[in-house]
């Protein structure tokens, strides 16, 4: 009965690869997010959606891309992987903006 | 720019021995300020939620205040599973968006 799961929990993979990370929330949200935490612990807002609306922050690359199927799910996508992507990232969700509940994130590694 | 400071970095304090986590903001249009908290390898993980200056909210051994520049996260008699990284982060009306502090890494000793 997780309430926002994402897969995988850890991916490591070469430099130069294109990798996804899947998220699902089943609390009935309207709204998802991803956040990286980077090696000191700060967490980021990198995009906002929602059925209406895709907000990025502009500070993300556009080798990050979002891709949401439905409502209930919001993949992460990633091309030409590079050494200071390695994180853990975040997915989160809310009905409208009220509070954000989070997935329990996924650890990516670059060699 | 929005800003969001915590303090301290880290905390290490004896079961028992209550103390204060502070959280100081500078934002225009202050939505909502959220407190959480995460353990090592997971998600964050939500406790409180405080929209106006004077409100106060209480789970177990934590209480949550709120200023028109800071906050406070209160722990009283914490016990050895209060240890974890507590997280601030402020919502404004700009935007859905939250941004977040850094975190005080909380230690209780038995």
């Known amino acids: 009965d997780t309430a926002v799961s994402q897969t995988p929990k850890y991916l490591v993979t070469q430099m130069g690869n294109d990798k996804s990370i899947k998220c699902e929330q089943n609390l009935g949200h309207d709204t998802m997010y991803w956040y990286k935490q980077d090696s000191k612990k700060f967490l980021k807002i990198m995009f906002s959606y929602n059925n209406k609306e895709l907000i990025i922050n502009e500070t993300v690359p556009n080798r990050f891309s979002p891709k949401s199927p439905d409502k209930a799910h919001l993949n992460l996508h990633i091309n030409s992987l590079e050494l200071g992507d390695s994180a853990v990232y975040f997915c989160?969700?809310?009905?409208?903006?009220?509070?954000?509940?989070f997935g329990p994130g996924t650890r990516l590694l670059v060699l | 720019e929005d800003q969001v400071t915590q303090s301290p970095e880290a905390l290490r304090l004896q079961e028992g021995e209550s103390s204060s986590l502070n959280c100081s903001y500078t934002?225009?249009?202050?939505?909502?300020l959220f407190w959480y908290r995460q353990d090592p390898g997971k998600g964050p993980e939500f406790l409180f939620t405080?929209?106006?200056a004077g409100e106060e909210k209480e789970k177990e051994r934590l209480k949550a205040t709120l200023t028109k520049k800071e906050s406070f996260l209160h722990i009283t008699a914490p016990k050895p599973e209060d240890s974890a990284t507590y997280l601030c982060?402020?919502?404004?009306?700009?935007?859905?968006?939250?941004?977040f502090g850094a975190g005080t890494r909380l230690t209780v000793k038995p």
């Open positions: 989160a969700s809310s009905q409208d903006s009220g509070t954000q509940y």
């Open positions: 405080l929209y106006s």
């Open positions: 934002v225009s249009g202050l939505r909502g």
């Open positions: 982060a402020v919502q404004t009306y700009n935007n859905n968006d939250m941004r």
